[in-house]
């Protein structure tokens, strides 16, 4: 399975676009790379997916470049709703391999 | 996630005593997983099923039990063998193998000692 690696925390001002990146060197073939928000005595809920380029969605774009070993979560115009913890997995997402969760991001939305 | 319910939302153990935890989906999806998530932590999967009466361990089983008797449940059973199950549980499904889909998460198990 990929292992991922992303920084423990990160704080921002509200009002300012956040850029997250997670580094997956060992990422396969047949992997996507997805992100997850979690806020506090909550499940995870599911941001945004993509495979290669980019991909945007109504919460938030998912850079990703040509060899794949790293991606780049971006939140435009942070709110302070917008603190949580942010996982980055990668996997075949078959339903037969598990995603593996690691410590995830933990961003600090500041007035 | 509405699909997913996951009760009670608060349960306390003794010592010595073996606890369920229900995870309930009306997703019709194939996949069910169960994590544990100590304070400060990520997740970590103790057990998940891919299709009904079978079931693999995760990375952390000792000490849990589970059942797929059903496609909509998947129940975990904190034995008096896990020695410290205060936790938070979380429940998790897929989708078909053939669609690529995200994990949906339940809404989570507290589960403390007395």
């Known amino acids: 399975l990929a292992k991922t690696t992303q920084p423990i925390s990160m704080d921002s001002y509200e009002g300012q676009e956040v850029n997250i990146t997670c580094s997956h060197n060992n990422i396969a073939t047949n992997d996507y790379i997805t992100w997850y928000q979690q806020f506090p005595s909550q499940g995870p809920r599911f941001i945004i997916q993509?495979?290669?380029t980019k991909v945007t969605n109504e919460v938030a774009s998912l850079f990703i470049p040509a060899d794949r070993k790293s991606s780049t979560l971006s939140l435009p115009r942070v709110s302070l709703s917008d603190t949580a913890v942010y996982y980055c997995l990668v996997g075949d997402l078959s339903g037969n391999t598990p995603l593996v969760f690691g410590k995830g991001t933990r961003l600090s939305v500041i007035a | 996630d509405g699909g997913i319910t996951q009760s009670p939302k608060y349960l306390f153990r003794k010592e010595g005593q073996n606890v369920t935890l229900s995870c309930e989906q009306n997703?019709?999806?194939?996949?069910m997983y169960w994590y544990r998530q100590d304070p400060g932590q990520g997740l970590r999967l103790i057990y998940y099923?891919?299709?009904?009466?079978?079931?693999q361990k995760g990375d952390i089983a000792e000490g849990y039990s589970v059942s797929r008797e059903k496609k909509e449940s998947f129940p975990l059973t904190v034995t008096s063998a896990q020695k410290n199950p205060t936790a938070f549980y979380l429940c998790?499904?897929?989708?078909?193998?053939?669609?690529?889909?995200?994990?949906?998460f339940g809404d989570g198990t507290r589960l403390s000692i007395l």
């Open positions: 997703l019709n999806h194939d996949a």
């Open positions: 998790a499904t897929q989708g078909p193998g053939a669609i690529i889909q995200p994990q949906h």
């Open positions: 993509g495979y290669k």
């Open positions: 099923s891919q299709i009904v009466n079978d079931f």
